[in-house]
Each structure stands twice: as structure tokens, then as C-alpha cells.
């Protein structure tokens, strides 16, 4: 497809250089666009690095609406609000997916107004996912136990605005999917409104987070008291056995049979063994004048009568 240009000299942006006036020749809208792609990679390495927009890809959480918002305000930050030409070529270059195929479709008349271009984009994509779906999602959102309230405001907020819901409806879909304790609260505060809503929300959170201390709080003071306790137990175990005359303090005994530390010589095990083996010996001996075992004559007891 190709369309008849003129182009007045002046300094492009893909090379700075001039360029001398074109009358009346056919240029490839292909060319056209690539060329313009250029220009806006390089204006973006320029002094507008940090004004850009992500990428539309027309899938169901996506919000065409929203997005061309945002490209209308780059478009006019940009200066290309009068330039048909460069504004179709960054609106294909921030497009991907399905909406690119669809780009890809327009004819020429289409791509080259771009009041027409964004009033088609918004039909299009507004009306390519079913309504239905669209309203389960919002019925189904709830705030997740680990989500910020402030990341769960705004995503309702922008579902609600995507179906153009009224200010009753976008309250009563807030107030649903908010954490038990954050709903029972925000539904004594009987609001009458969004706002009111979200302030009531803010509010109980804010007092929740002074009033609970958190998980890992709560643990770490249990553990700390805990620790606490133990020495606590350890000290008064201590102080218990250097005041109990009772408690043998083995640890410095030595005994005199083995020559063992841990035990005297009346609690050792050798000397105990050594002594019941005497007493076997003593009671295999016999007496030849009274013929009794136990003992042996010079011990009898019949001498001592004598």
C-alpha cells in the first residue's frame, strides 16, 4: 500500500540531518513506519528515557480504555497530536499480540486519522470480551490475606470504571471482598460512598497495625522469653547446689583404691568386688576343732571360754 507525501525540509529525527523537499513520490507505508520507529527509539534514548508506556496486548485484564489514556497523554507530551503518520507508527510499535493483528487489518483511511484509529480501538477492545466475564471477575475478587490494601483499592477501582459501574455498585463490590475484620468494620461505618469506603478501610487497617503486633513479632518475644526462662531455671539449679549440704560434689573426689576422680573408696566398684570375693573365701574355710565352716580354729568361738 502506498500514499503520496510531501515532505518539507527540516531536520529528522533519525539522523538530524537535512532533507530536501519530496513532492508527489510514492512512499511505502512500510518504510514510512519503520523510519518512525526509529525516530521514536531515539527520542526515547534521548530526553524522554523515562516517559514511556508498557505494551497493549488486547488480552481479557487488560484495560484498552486506560491504556489509550496513557497513550494520548505520551502522544501529547511527545508533540505528534497533529502528525497522523507518527502517531500510527507509535501505536503499532507499543502494540503486540492480538491487538497488532488487529492493527494489521485497518485500511489506510483508518490508520491515517487518528480520531478514527482510537474510536475503533476503543470499540473494539471494550467489546471483544464478553460483559458476563468481565463482572464474574469482579464478583470473585478478594483481597488476598498477604495483599496491600492500597494494591486491592486500586484494582477494583479500575474493574469497576472498565464496566462503568455506578457509585453504589463500586462500593458494595469493595466492602465484598475485603478481609473479614476490614469488612465488618468498614460495614458499621455505614458509608455512602467509594471514598468513604476506602477511608473507613484505611482507617481499621491503620488501627489494626498499632493495636496487633505482627507474626513474626509475637515469635520472636516468645522465643526471647523463652531463652529467659531457661537461664532463669539454670542460675536457681545452681544456686540449689552450692547450698544443699546434701548434693555430693563428686567432680573434684579421688578415690584411694583405683585412683579414679568421680568417686570415693567406699562407693568403688573394685574394692566392693574384692571384699565379696573374701567373704566367699571366708565361708568355704572349716573349723578342724568345732568342724563348722565360716571360720578357721584360732577364731573359734569355743576358745574363748578357755
Known amino acids: ?3 503520496n507525501y510531501e515532505l518539507r525540509s527540516k531536520k529528522m529525527a533519525t539522523g538530524g540531518k537535512e532533507t530536501s523537499e519530496i513532492a508527489g513520490e510514492n512512499i511505502n507505508m512500510e518504510e514510512l513506519i519503520n523510519g518512525l520507529s526509529q525516530a521514536l527509539r531515539k527520542s526515547s534514548s534521548g530526553g524522554n528515557a523515562n516517559i514511556s508506556i508498557e505494551t497493549f496486548r488486547g488480552n481479557p485484564e487488560d484495560d484498552a480504555n486506560k491504556w489509550l489514556e496513557k497513550f494520548e497523554a505520551w502522544v501529547a507530551f511527545n508533540g505528534w497530536t497533529n502528525e497522523p503518520e507518527k502517531v500510527a507508527s507509535a ?9 497488532l493483528s488487529w492493527f494489521r487489518g485497518l485500511s489506510s483511511a483508518i490508520v491515517g486519522n487518528t480520531a478514527t484509529l482510537f474510536d475503533k480501538f476503543r470499540h473494539y477492545f471494550n467489546t471483544l470480551h464478553p460483559t458476563w466475564m468481565l463482572e464474574q471477575q469482579l464478583y470473585d475478587r478478594t483481597m488476598g490475606s498477604e495483599e496491600n490494601l492500597e494494591s486491592y483499592i486500586t484494582d477494583v477501582e479500575a474493574r469497576c470504571q472498565r464496566l462503568n459501574k455506578a457509585e453504589q455498585e463500586k462500593t458494595t463490590a469493595f466492602i465484598r471482598g475485603l478481609n473479614p475484620s476490614l469488612r465488618m468494620f468498614v460495614i458499621q461505618k455505614n458509608p455512602g460512598s467509594f471514598r468513604e469506603a476506602v477511608q473507613s ?10 493495636s496487633n503486633p505482627t507474626q513474626t513479632e509475637v515469635m520472636r518475644s516468645i522465643e526471647q522469653q523463652g531463652k529467659a526462662i ?17 548434693v555430693k560434689r563428686t567432680r573434684d573426689v579421688k578415690c584411694q583404691l583405683c585412683s579414679k576422680n568421680g ?5 568403688c566398684r573394685q574394692f566392693s568386688v574384692s571384699r565379696r570375693e573374701d567373704n566367699n573365701r571366708d565361708r568355704n574355710k572349716q573349723c578342724f576343732k568345732c568342724l563348722t565352716y565360716g571360720h578357721i580354729a584360732r ?3 569355743g576358745n574363748q571360754g578357755k
Open 1 to 3: 500500500m502506498t500514499h
Open 91 to 99: 501505536l503499532r510499535l507499543k502494540l503486540d499480540g492480538a491487538a
Open 201 to 210: 478501610a484505611r482507617l481499621a487497617k491503620e488501627s489494626m497495625t498499632m
Open 230 to 246: 531457661a537461664d532463669l531455671t539454670t542460675v536457681l539449679c545452681q544456686m540449689k547446689d552450692r547450698n544443699d549440704p546434701s
Open 263 to 267: 568417686h570415693e573408696a567406699q562407693e
Open 299 to 301: 577364731n573359734c568361738p
